[in-house]
Every structure is written in structure tokens, then in C-alpha cells.
């Protein structure tokens, strides 16, 4: 059973450009979540979905960045007119139901750098 | 809200000498406790999960962790450190909201081990 598939896993872009990072859960999950993590620091929430719902986006910065999770195909997390600031690394997670009991499954991340 | 403050961002042991990783937590009800450990460049595996059953939890690589509610803390041990345990490691609380299980990360501490 493939883990949590995170592609691509270095993404380079310029000031400006638009920066899409896919994420395929684990077979038979629903649930998918998006961490950022800044250089230095711990992973902090940014959105979580279910097919076709955005469930919780209090983590998301406000202008620029936005999810998707279609019916089929994977998870897409979108960053418009990318800055040096969004430079980071971009995990996803998945598990099966949105309960407690349920540890979350990682991926490899993406690592995004803007220059 | 729920939190995490790992104490030492980075410790330092010999090889086959005994490993201590210090959390403390905040939560206003019985929280759900992980430990991750991240690999270089790699996702995060899960380490061992306490969710109110015993308060000692034995995790994989020969690591435990011990729940103290008095203390607030949730400590991360090995006896016996092996260079293969030389990554960067997560406590973290699980905090549900809007039946998302939102995982609040520690920053995290760097360990190494000399040979």
C-alpha cells in the first residue's frame, strides 16, 4: 500500500510565478491535510479537505494561496505570484476519517524555493 | 487553544548512552500526544501516540514516552541511542475542531549523536 505521494519534491520558481504542488493520500483515505513548514520551525496547519470540500482553511494565508481536493485526482495546493517568503516546506497529510484516533499519514513534502 | 514547548531545540549524545527529549503541554482537557521524527529531507513518521489509556507508551525504534498530567509534560526516552537516531523530532498536540484532527507541532529538537 504506497504512503502518502507528494510530487514534485523540489520546486523552484521566480518572484511572481505560480507554484502548484500535487498530493495523492493513501489508498482508501478521504481526508487530507496541508502543513507548511518554515525553515527552522515546526509544521504549522494550513487547510484541511474532503473530496470535493474545503472542511477548514483557518491556516491558509488570506490572498495567494488556495486548495482543491476534485472528486478524482489528487489534492492541489496553489500558490499564485509566489514570494521569497513562501519559500518553505509543504507536507500532506491523509487518514482515513477526521477523528482523533486516527494518526495522520505524511508525506515526503515538496520543497518550494522561491528566488 | 491547545500547545506544545519542546525545551532544548538541540541535544547532543554519545552513542549508546541514554536519550531525553523534554515536552511539556498545554490543553484544557485530556489531550492526544504524538511524537514524530523527521529524517533529512524525508516526511515525518509516527513515533508513539498516548491517548488517555496507559500513561507509559512504547513507540517503534525502541522509544517510550511517559504521560505525567501533573506535570504537564510528555518526555521522549531510549535507553540506548543508535546513530541511525539522529534526526529532528515533534511533539505534538492533536487539537479537533470542526472534526478535523489538527495536529499543533512543537518546534522541535535536533538531535545528534557522537560516535
Known amino acids: 500500500n504506497a504512503g502518502v505521494m507528494q510530487n514534485p519534491r523540489h520546486l523552484v520558481r521566480r518572484r511572481g510565478q505560480e507554484a502548484r504542488l500535487r498530493c495523492s493520500p493513501m489508498k482508501g483515505h478521504s481526508h487530507v491535510y496541508w502543513y507548511r513548514q518554515l525553515p527552522e520551525e515546526g509544521l504549522k496547519f494550513m487547510v484541511y479537505l474532503q473530496k470535493e470540500n474545503i472542511i477548514d482553511e483557518s491556516g491558509m494565508p488570506k490572498e495567494r494561496f488556495s486548495a482543491e481536493f476534485p472528486k478524482e485526482g489528487p489534492s492541489i495546493l496553489r500558490i499564485q505570484q509566489v514570494v521569497r517568503g513562501d519559500s518553505a516546506a509543504y507536507f500532506c497529510?491523509?487518514?482515513?476519517?477526521?477523528?482523533?484516533?486516527?494518526?495522520?499519514?505524511f508525506g515526503n513534502g515538496t520543497r518550494l524555493t522561491v528566488t | 487553544a491547545q500547545s506544545v514547548t519542546q525545551l532544548d531545540s538541540h541535544v547532543s549524545v554519545s552513542e549508546g548512552t541514554p536519550v531525553l527529549l523534554r515536552c511539556n503541554y498545554s490543553?484544557?482537557?485530556?489531550?492526544?500526544l504524538f511524537w514524530y521524527v523527521q529524517h533529512p529531507n524525508k516526511g515525518l513518521q509516527l513515533l508513539l501516540k498516548?491517548?488517555?489509556?496507559?500513561?507509559l507508551v512504547k513507540g517503534i525504534n525502541g522509544f517510550e514516552a511517559e504521560f505525567k498530567k501533573s506535570e504537564t509534560s510528555f518526555h521522549l526516552t531510549k535507553p540506548s541511542a543508535h546513530m541511525s537516531d539522529a534526526a529532528e523530532y515533534f511533539c505534538v498536540v492533536s487539537d479537533i475542531m470542526k472534526g478535523a484532527q489538527k495536529l499543533v507541532f512543537g518546534q522541535g529538537t535536533r538531535l545528534t549523536i557522537n560516535p
Open positions: 490543553s484544557s482537557y485530556s489531550p492526544s
Open positions: 497529510a491523509s487518514s482515513p476519517v477526521g477523528q482523533d484516533n486516527s494518526p495522520l499519514h
Open positions: 498516548y491517548t488517555s489509556a496507559a500513561t
